[in-house]
């Protein structure tokens, strides 16, 4: 086997069991979820876009209030990775608008707060160095748990904190 290939393949497998030790630990939740709309996969797309099935109708939806790293960024793939397998994983995925920001981005993607099994995405994805706060254009609900998530990434050089 080509040795490129096989370093590959051991931090992929290395990148996936971290992933799986990382959606056992528990976090802190933000409070109860207001007015959300109970969601389905339809297919990932990379760390912070996805398209869910809202209404019966296929949708791309941002995640509000981060930015991960394209595919081709380092951590690109091992971001949208982790999202992918914590939505395909979930047993209840809810979107919530926030009442302070625009229903669309400038691409026109809807915008939402996603939950997964109660826990707040975004905070996971930020937490373990997957992406970073950014695109915060007023006092957005989750904006403190967003920060403290990325307090504690940078604090323990997690992922696109880490020394790459």
Known sequence: MNKNILSRLI???????FIFVMTQISNNNPAPIEDGIVV???RCWDG??????INGKSEKVRFIGIDSPELEEYLGVEASIYVCNLLKSADEIIL???PKSDDKDKFG???YWVFVDGQLLEEKIIRYGYGEVKYIYG?????DILFEAQDYAKANNLGIWGNN
Do not use: A, N, P
């Open 109 to 111: 993607r809807s915008l």
């Open 48 to 53: 912070d876009t996805c398209h869910f099935y």
């Open 11 to 17: 931090t992929m497998i290395i990148v996936l069991m």
């Open 96 to 98: 919530e608008k926030e």
């Open 40 to 42: 389905t996969l339809d």
């Open 139 to 143: 006092d957005y609900k989750y904006v």
